[in-house]
């Protein structure tokens, strides 16, 4: 089954430490994204790449961290820059264009204690 | 810049009621218009989309016109049911460089038998 899949769906890290966020997609789409949600904010755009090797920031890209290595794959990394890192992290793909719609994962819900 | 503004929830309604969730839009050029559904601890689905003024997009009896003149998406459902409760979130994309989606901050719905 083609999807995209975002591993582990609970993670819980201690102020300070760095944590990267797993995201794959074997749909073979060029553009990846990565959106933060919290209660009443919806959802935020923290990077984006639209092809491998290049990524741009969104809107709060403050304290994160991305790489786009190979097509399938756009790891998240939260780092201790990042002052309120508790939430619930979503990844998704599509293709390139005007009108494609976007595929998500199941999310990723992070806690730091 | 791009937004998308709707309706602030919750809403909650009885079983078979009817159903609108407004939806508007601040966008350059000529975007395409979705509605995506939330259910709870998951990831985003499309519900349904339009890419043109005037198109109408529908599915699992969610209806939604692409109205130009007014710059509105509003998602309608003639009787709903207790498994539409979710979250719904209306977003756009448009052209130029690049085709990432801006969403609205989405409306929690709760349906009772």
């Known amino acids: 089954d083609g999807g995209i899949t975002q591993s582990p769906k609970y993670l819980f890290r201690k102020e300070g430490q760095n944590v990267t966020l797993s995201c794959e997609q074997n749909l073979n789409h060029d553009a990846m994204y990565w959106y933060r949600q919290d209660p009443g904010q919806g959802l935020r755009l923290i990077y984006y790449s639209q092809i491998v090797n290049d990524f741009q920031k969104g809107d709060i890209a403050e304290g994160y961290s991305v790489s786009r290595e190979k097509k399938e794959s756009f790891p998240l990394t939260v780092t201790s820059a990042q002052k309120n890192p508790t939430a619930f992290y979503l990844c998704?793909?599509?293709?390139?264009?005007?009108?494609?719609?976007?595929?998500f994962g199941q999310g990723t819900r992070l806690t730091v204690v | 810049g791009n937004s998308v503004t709707q309706m602030e929830g919750p809403v909650t309604l009885s079983e078979e009621a009817f159903l609108t969730i407004n939806c508007t839009y601040t966008a350059t050029g000529y975007p395409s218009l979705f509605w995506y559904v939330q259910y709870p601890g998951e990831g985003l689905q499309l519900l349904l989309k339009?890419?043109?003024?005037?198109d109408k997009g529908s599915n699992k009896g969610f209806e939604a016109t692409y109205r130009k003149e007014t710059t509105s998406f509003h998602l309608e459902k003639g009787s709903v049911q207790v498994s539409d409760s979710a979250v719904y979130f209306c977003a756009l994309n448009s052209g130029g460089s690049n085709y990432k989606l801006t969403f609205g901050k989405g409306t929690l719905l709760t349906v009772n038998p």
């Open positions: 339009a890419t043109k003024a005037d």
């Open positions: 998704a793909s599509s293709a390139n264009g005007q009108g494609i719609e976007a595929f």
